[in-house]
């Protein structure tokens, strides 16, 4: 969108450097989070009247927060790789709800197990990512256009399959154990999300897949002439989206035990807001799963914490206040983002005087 | 001709629809419901101006929905509290060009990309507004439906302000200075600079307009109805890129012009009636829309392929 790009952070790990690596974004947005967790551990812990510790300070609290983020934390993850490449998908949210609705008409009206019904729906997930990406990389069309129309026509279509009234539900007891119940101590989405996490983190950090993205991002005439298939990668990319934004409605619907047309719907902002708040580059080309993971925790953790303080309790603004808090908070980390590049330009430049002459020496 | 062939196909499309439901479903055409739909979109065409200028600069609005609820909140509850319009519609005008001078600070000044900052004022704005709302209706006097005038005489102004709005700035942008100056940072900025434009300056002044275009449509959209309700102009900025990019003006800059943009608007707003006077159900006006945005932007890919070769 814009016709300034941004020079590659040399990774500062690589070179060794302890204070660089305590001051990258990375470690900036731990601050935050830790700072964010303490405030809400001290003003949002309370006793109740009969002695037993309720709100924030409550494992059962924490594991809320880690159930509750999951779907918009695995869209953030399927969206990181697409913005390494400079890419947008705005298509994610609209297929997380027609990938329910599907799943639910698969199962409900088709009459299918639900295992078959998962794996159908992975599949369309794909299919929906392979649309996008066919369009974006055989036409060459911009990703933000096409993913727009994309996101009219996915939801469109789950609207008009259930004529914007039908909600499927009565899912059976195993199948609402994915998101309503523990499983190894931990709620049953988490471990999904975390092996997928585990997943486009290796595929984005430890492959040459992940560095084709970058490549990709920073320069892709450049990639295309050092010999990288970029139509495929940038496929593969896409592709990976609609799979993930396909596993996220199948959380959905194990969560809450309804699928219905408006699932997920506006998911796709929190999920590029994640994003960019870990620190990806919205120019492509640099950003870490370790960072989008931050950023979906910080996001998490104000509005659960919001909604544990007694003010904002009384208000019954939490959902309010952490969305307010949450693009300020973005507003925040882009600016300081470019504050040092702004602040060397407005510092007076010194004169560099040329020396012709030799100073005397006496 | 063959310089506009992207905007005629556009218009040969509405054309064709149009043909198509004087011969289904003519009752489309009876005055009254039809000046009421267009009425409808007088506020998203001023809105759309904005935003094919925006977009010919190679940049992106999409903060347009939150900035026209919260123009529309605020200019209800100034008409409440009882300031005459002549003082309202300016306060309106003002606010939106206030949030868009910030958009355009951070986009043309801190150089962020534009995409990002507008979903940060976005999510802010919106969510500001449900804090201090709690969605709640603002109740409007009398005096501000149809601006005090009759329902037929208050949708002729509204309309002849928009189409008014439009032919002025489609001239503008061809024939004034200014206008090329648009035309000429979206194609290329550094160029555009070395030729004696400010491009910071131009973008930042582009995001005004389209914040105070946003105000304007605020206030049209008001005079509709007895109350706002906060949430008026939720997916409003999707609905303007759509009408845009279907328009012909392209997404990476430097090309399109109003008309297109006014066409695409009208071809998309014609789904609805549409598909009521066909009696298709109208849950399928959303993936109609979807299937039309990416029909335009195939079409678009395909003759940049063919002009490649």
């Not at chain 1, 295992?115 to 369309?124: C, F, H, K, N, R």
């Not at chain 2, 002729?156 to 439009?166: D, I, K, M």
């Not at chain 2, 392209?250 to 549409?274: D, E, K, Q």
Request: glycine share 10%.
């Amino acid at each position: 969108m814009s016709t300034t790009s941004q020079a590659p952070a040399i990774s500062e790990a690589a070179r060794g450097d302890w204070r660089a690596l305590l001051t990258r974004h990375e470690m900036l947005l731990l601050y935050v989070l830790i700072a964010e967790w303490v405030f809400f551990y001290i003003a949002g812990t309370s006793t109740n009247r009969r002695g037993v510790v309720v709100g924030f300070g409550t494992w059962d609290r924490q594991f809320d927060i880690l159930r509750h983020s999951c779907e918009i934390g695995l869209l953030a993850l399927a969206l990181t790789p697409v913005i390494i490449t400079a890419g947008i998908d705005l298509s994610v949210g609209s297929l997380l709800g027609l990938c329910a609705i599907l799943f639910g008409k698969l199962w409900h009206d088709g009459g299918l197990p639900i295992p078959v019904a998962m794996g159908l729906t992975l599949g369309i997930g794909a299919l929906a990512g392979a649309l996008n990406a066919i369009l974006i990389t055989a036409l060459r069309l911009p990703p933000l256009i096409v993913t727009l129309g994309t996101y009219s026509l996915f939801r469109g279509l789950a609207e008009a399959i259930t004529r914007g009234s039908i909600t499927y539900t009565d899912f059976p007891e195993n199948f609402l154990f994915i998101g309503q119940e523990r499983w190894l101590g931990l709620p049953t989405q988490a471990w999904i999300f975390i092996s997928v996490a585990l997943a486009v983190g290796i595929l984005l950090h430890r492959t040459t897949f992940g560095r084709a993205f970058r490549t990709i991002g920073l320069a892709p005439e450049g990639a295309r002439y050092a010999g990288l298939p970029v139509e495929r990668r940038l496929a593969l990319v896409y592709v990976l989206a609609g799979l993930i934004a396909a596993i996220a409605a199948i959380i959905y619907t194990a969560r809450l035990g309804q699928a219905k047309a408006d699932a997920g719907t506006g998911y796709e902002l929190f999920a590029i807001t994640a994003v960019v708040l870990g620190g990806t580059s919205i120019f492509g080309g640099t950003g870490t799963i370790a960072g989008t993971l931050l950023g979906v925790a910080a996001i998490a953790v104000l509005k659960n914490g919001l909604a544990c303080l007694p003010v904002v309790m009384r208000l019954n603004a939490a959902e309010e206040m952490s969305g307010l808090l949450t693009g300020a908070l973005l507003l925040v980390a882009l600016t300081a983002s470019v504050l040092p590049k702004i602040l060397s330009k407005l510092r007076p430049r010194r004169h560099t005087t040329i020396r012709t002459i030799p100073p005397l020496s006496p | 001709m063959k310089r506009y062939f992207r905007e005629l196909s556009v218009l040969g499309a509405l054309l064709a629809v149009l043909l198509g439901l004087a011969l289904l479903a003519p009752a489309f055409f009876s005055p009254q419901p039809l000046l009421t739909l267009i009425t409808r979109e007088a506020p998203t065409l001023v809105v759309a101006c904005g935003m094919a200028c925006v977009i010919i600069t190679r940049q992106i609005d999409i903060s347009v929905g939150s900035i026209f609820s919260v123009c529309s909140v605020c200019a209800g509850l100034l008409a409440a509290r009882g300031w005459p319009l002549a003082l309202v519609l300016p306060a309106s005008v003002g606010l939106g060009a206030l949030f868009g001078a910030f958009n355009g600070f951070l986009v043309a000044v801190l150089r962020l990309p534009s995409i990002v900052v507008t979903l940060a004022t976005m999510v802010t704005l919106r969510q500001g507004l449900n804090l201090v709302r709690q969605g709640e209706f603002v109740n409007l006097p009398d005096h501000v439906q149809w601006f005090g005038l009759s329902q037929t005489a208050g949708q002729l102004v509204l309309v002849s302000t928009a189409l008014g709005l439009l032919v002025a700035q489609a001239l503008a942008m061809r024939h004034i200075a200014a206008g090329r100056y648009i035309y000429a940072v979206g194609t290329d900025a550094e160029t555009a600079r070395l030729a004696g434009i400010r491009p910071q300056l131009v973008t930042l002044l582009v995001f005004v307009f389209i914040g105070a275009l946003t105000g304007l449509g605020a206030m049209m959209n008001l005079a509709q109805s007895p109350q706002v309700q906060p949430l008026t102009g939720n997916g409003l900025e999707l609905k303007v890129i759509a009408a845009v990019v279907v328009g012909g003006v392209a997404i990476s800059g430097g090309r399109g012009n109003l008309w297109g943009a006014f066409a695409g608007l009208l071809l998309l707003a014609c789904v609805s009636p549409a598909l009521t006077h066909l009696h298709v159900e109208a849950y399928w006006e959303k993936a109609v829309h979807g299937a039309i945005i990416l029909l335009a932007v195939i079409a678009d890919g395909l003759r940049s392929r063919q002009s490649n070769r």
